[in-house]
């Protein structure tokens, strides 16, 4: 399941005091055509064997609510995958490029069905307002032993269709919203046929993977490939226990992977359910703003005391940035830097520092550093293509464009703008909410403050 987004800029906009007025002043926008991405080049994991296998069977033999999940199970032969619906424009390419992804990179025998005839994986495209009347949190979900809407409706509390009492998999259906984004409808596509054809379970501890509910990673990475491929391994099959999956797991590691080394599989970490559940509670979108922070100043104490992992702490930090904007701009400036510090000193972490990067962007911008944002954004550029992150990409253009007007730079600026526009109609979609985010970087640039935009 992928949960809803946070929006980037997080009220960015209450760091000036000419907010809403710029907003509604935004000028009306010439769009440039839609850019999108060519194919992906994921680079390998980083970590070793033994912790890939440790992660792997967590991954596999829980679900996200913790419960266990007693026996392996999969796809057993030729994967086909259908559509239904009304299915926006851009998804049949964007399947496309995720099929022949899991072709080569994964090795899946993974293709189209047959127009109008059975699917092992049917992707149906619903009202985004369906989705949330059913999983208020979610963006999109799949679900087992179902192959459309109706059907799920009609089962949903079938025992069938539970994840914990597969024994091996036959039919998934995938349920994406029809009236959002382009990004935000491929994203669910990989997110949501990768649990179909493998764990459904996901971990904030892995940094490189979009088996993490952070919503940093939007496409598959090389970890999540090679997750995949092991998981369809001729070595393993549909019926496995945990035990028998651990006994074969680190070598057919080896073999897939074989700069990670021959080591067994890692200890099991400590539970860090406390400082999951703050998380959880700090990112519930129906909870008032407040509590949420202090949810997340929670999170903050509970990963520096009881030593989580650096990326528990930055992440925790991050949220604590997002949520403290609004009452708190100097609050939130520094847990961005704290973020930033953790995320910027590794290697595994260069997506997550880009989100840190916009935050502190638009900082600068706002207090009148421009050549300082300017530098952000262009360092930080690399790793947003890379992962494919189009809204993102489109917003640190944004801020990049308005930083360029603000030091006399109105020919560059316009170029980057233009450019930033063609990523937005991918990453946001309508003219209306585009519109929105360029109202946001004009509230809170010091060129609205000089030219006292009026109400």
């Known amino acids: 399941m992928r949960v809803l987004p946070a929006a980037f800029l997080m009220l960015l906009v209450a760091c000036s005091p000419v907010a809403e007025t710029t907003r509604r002043a935004a000028p009306d926008l010439a769009l440039p055509p839609m850019n999108t991405f060519a194919q992906s080049t994921p680079t390998l994991p980083r970590v070793p064997n033994a912790v890939i296998a440790r992660d792997f069977l967590d991954l596999v033999f829980r679900l996200e609510n913790g419960d266990e999940v007693p026996v392996f199970s999969r796809f057993e032969g030729p994967v086909t995958v259908g559509v239904r619906g009304a299915a926006p424009a851009t998804l049949e390419g964007d399947l496309e ?23 092992s994986i049917t992707v149906e495209a619903i009202p985004r307002a369906s989705i949330q009347r059913f999983a208020p949190s979610a963006a999109c979900f799949v679900r087992p032993n179902v192959s459309s809407w109706d059907e799920y409706r009609a089962r949903r509390s079938d025992p069938a269709t539970f994840w914990n009492r597969l024994t091996t998999r036959t039919r998934m259906a995938v349920f994406v919203p029809a009236d959002v984004s382009p990004q935000e409808v491929r994203d669910c596509l990989h997110e949501e046929i990768a649990q179909a054809l493998g764990p459904v379970n996901d971990l904030y501890r892995l940094t490189d993977s979009i088996f993490n ?17 092991a998981y369809h391994d001729p070595a393993l099959e549909s019926g496995m226990t945990r035990y028998e999956v651990a006994s074969r797991l680190p070598s057919i590691l080896a073999r897939l992977n074989p700069r990670g080394g021959f080591q067994g599989i890692a200890d099991p970490l400590p539970s860090s359910g406390a400082w999951s559940q703050a998380v959880i509670k700090a990112t519930a979108t129906g909870t008032a703003r407040g509590r949420r922070t202090a ?41 961005f830097e704290a973020a930033g510090r953790i995320y910027g000193s590794r290697p595994d972490t260069r997506i997550q520092a880009a989100h840190v990067a916009l935050q502190m962007a638009a ?62 109609r991918y990453g946001f979609g309508s003219e209306a909410e585009i519109s929105d985010r360029m109202g946001e970087i004009l509230a809170i640039s010091p060129r609205s403050r000089r030219e006292g935009r009026p109400a």
Not at 213 to 229: A, E, P, Q, R, S
Not at 376 to 400: E, T, W
């Open 295 to 335: 949810y997340a100043e929670e999170a903050v104490t509970i990963a520096r005391r009881d030593g989580g992992t650096d990326t528990e702490l930055a992440f925790s930090y991050y949220l604590l940035g997002r949520l403290a904007l609004a009452n708190d701009p100097n609050v939130a400036f520094r847990a």
């Open 213 to 229: 509910d952070d919503n940093f990673h939007t496409v598959l990475t090389g970890y999540d490939m090679l997750i995949l491929k």
């Open 363 to 424: 900082f600068q911008l706002s207090a009148g550093e421009a050549e300082e944002a300017i530098r952000l954004v262009d360092a930080n550029a690399g790793p947003i293509r890379d992962s494919q992150h189009a809204a993102l990409l489109s917003l640190m253009l944004m801020v990049k464009a308005e930083a360029m007007e603000v030091i006399g730079k109105a020919n560059e600026a316009g170029a980057v703008r233009t450019e930033a526009l063609a990523w937005a």
């Open 97 to 119: 490029r995720l099929i022949g992804r899991l072709r080569r990179e994964a090795g899946i025998d993974i293709r189209r069905a047959a127009d109008g005839g059975p699917a």
